[in-house]
């Protein structure tokens, strides 16, 4: 069975005004299936301070390409009067303009407020998935992260995005994270070198991280200071590295939609299953090892 096509992001770290032809002109053009950008571009500083934001300081103006935006949420970890409010404000907007959802920004050392916040915000109907920015760079990470969960009562619609260090010189061990909703894996600039060639690549170690989770289904996003310097080069190498990966086992491929689920055991003799599910159990080979073993 052939590998699965990889679904690539960016996520432009230079000043966007417009989202709508950021999408038509850079998106498009280096071949990324969808972007993060930040919802508004005012400053910071004045519109906690005032608690509003005015119209004209959105970046994502329209629903136009909502299918294909996530909305990344100003910084909340501040002192500034009405910070909690600017940031509920945006994820309001965000579910009003059909966003696939809100990126926050990394979780700092204010972790009951950053999981109050969350929790007001998730608590709403018209709540969009809430993707947690989490830096693999702050060696407590998972302990802030599932501090932000437990307060959340592990809601569904709150998920990981989780930002690799460039900076780490050995492959990481990822089983940790695997077993978290991790959905997006960011790729800072700074991870990819360039070889022999000039073309941009990521160095042993990396590859190793990112091949790890090629095998699960998320996306990538490719961070950049520049979309038009590179970034097409960069996708076309993930989608190359994602392509020279060994062919997933049918056994692997059927057990994607039960991954991470929590399932109520199932009780042949008692229930009835539809036929789908006993074709699931057919093609689980460690059943008839395990079997084998036993007689």
Not at 86 to 108: D, F, M, N, P, R
Not at 208 to 218: E, K, L, N, R, S
Not at 234 to 261: F, K
Not at 276 to 291: L, R
């Amino acid at each position: 069975m052939p590998f699965k096509r990889i679904s690539i992001g960016a996520e432009p770290l230079q000043t966007v005004d417009d989202a709508d032809a950021f999408v038509a002109g850079d998106m498009v053009r280096e071949g990324a299936d969808f972007a993060i950008l930040p919802i508004i571009r005012c400053n910071e500083e004045e519109v906690m301070n005032w608690g509003h934001f005015e119209p004209e300081d959105l970046v994502i103006k329209s629903a136009d390409n909502s299918y294909c935006l996530l909305g990344a949420t100003s910084s909340w970890d501040s002192d500034y009067k009405y910070t909690e409010t600017v940031v509920g404000i945006q994820a309001e907007y965000a579910g009003y303009t059909g966003l696939k959802g809100v990126v926050t920004s990394a979780i700092g050392n204010k972790v009951p407020a950053f999981g109050r916040l969350l929790y007001s915000i998730l608590a709403k109907e018209s709540s969009p998935k809430v993707y947690v920015r989490v830096c693999l760079s702050d060696e407590n990470a998972w302990q802030k992260w599932n501090r932000v969960r437990v307060m959340c009562n592990h809601s569904p619609q709150l998920q990981v995005l989780l930002e690799l260090d460039p900076s780490t010189e050995k492959a990481v061990d990822m089983k940790q994270w695997m077993a978290e909703p991790v959905h997006i894996v960011v790729l800072p600039e700074s991870m990819f070198t360039k070889n022999a060639g000039g073309y941009p690549v990521l160095p042993r170690q990396h590859q190793a991280t990112v091949a790890a989770w090629m095998d699960y289904d998320i996306a990538f996003v490719i961070q950049t200071t520049d979309a038009g310097s590179g970034l097409g080069d960069r996708i076309r190498y993930l989608r190359h590295l994602g392509q020279s990966q060994p062919e997933r086992s049918v056994q692997n491929s059927a057990s994607d939609e039960y991954r991470d689920i929590l399932q109520v055991p199932l009780q042949p003799l008692m229930d009835h299953l539809e036929s789908a599910t006993y074709e699931t159990f057919e093609q689980d080979e460690p059943k008839y090892a395990h079997y084998e073993e036993a007689m």
